[in-house]
């Protein structure tokens, strides 16, 4: 079993110099909770009422269209926060589900309990603020993409900054993600590859 409270440790201290009580205090509320494959930490339309550390694995964010399509919002992998933010920051119901992609360990905590922490010390306020100016520069970022860019640059884009996660989705879950339809990512890829191939070949 991997060292769990030392990666949350390392985490929390990441973001600021964690005094050891309070990191005693994150070990008291934060418990191991394994998720197999294909289960759901969050059910869109339940209220939110626990957060995790996600020591390993990979879990998805994704939404389900009236169609009943899924459309892929992001994922979240090892020494991440799992949470429907959102929904748990306005107590109201999550419109996003939390899937996991592969079994997992994670360090969850109750909403209650996670609040009764972090309103105490200032280094709980610093993480707070952290995570939270990252998210909106992770949703702006997003956005661009899906506004601006084609299927092929988001493709390439996601593929060449994160090389690791890309080789553990399946092309449905990353099709889901950029935007498009398995078969047409298909396309996509064998469309880069006779451009790569007719540009060796000139070389």
């Given at each position: 079993m991997p060292?769990?409270?030392?990666?949350?440790?390392?985490?929390?201290?990441?973001?600021?110099?964690?005094?050891?009580a309070e990191l005693a205090k994150a070990r008291r509320v934060f418990r191991p909770v394994r998720l197999p494959r294909g289960k759901l930490f969050t059910r869109a339309g339940d209220r939110p009422d626990r957060m995790a550390f996600l020591v390993q694995g990979l879990v998805r964010l994704v939404y389900t269209a009236a169609d009943g399509a899924d459309r892929t919002h992001g994922f979240r992998a090892e020494n991440q926060l799992v949470c429907?933010?959102?929904?748990?920051?306005?107590?109201?119901?999550?419109?996003?589900?939390?899937?996991a992609l592969e079994p997992c360990l994670l360090l969850a905590a109750s909403r209650q309990a996670f609040g009764e922490l972090t309103a105490g010390h200032h280094c709980w306020r610093e993480l707070i603020a952290g995570l939270t100016e990252q998210l909106?520069?992770?949703?702006?970022?997003?956005?661009?993409?899906?506004?601006?860019q084609d299927a092929a640059t988001r493709y390439l884009g996601f593929v060449g900054g994160n090389p690791g996660?890309?080789?553990?989705?399946?092309?449905?879950?990353?099709?889901?993600?950029?935007?498009?339809?398995?078969?047409?990512?298909?396309?996509?890829?064998?469309?880069?590859?006779?451009?790569?191939?007719?540009?060796a070949a000139r070389s």
């Open positions: 060292d769990a409270y030392g990666q949350l440790d390392a985490f929390l201290c990441r973001w600021c110099d964690f005094p050891g429907a933010y959102s929904a748990a920051l306005r107590g109201e119901r999550s419109q996003v589900s939390i899937e909106y520069l992770q949703q702006e970022a997003r956005q661009r993409e899906l506004l601006l996660l890309a080789r553990r989705l399946t092309q449905a879950q990353v099709a889901s993600y950029i935007g498009v339809t398995p078969v047409a990512l298909s396309r996509i890829k064998a469309r880069l590859i006779s451009v790569n191939d007719k540009a």
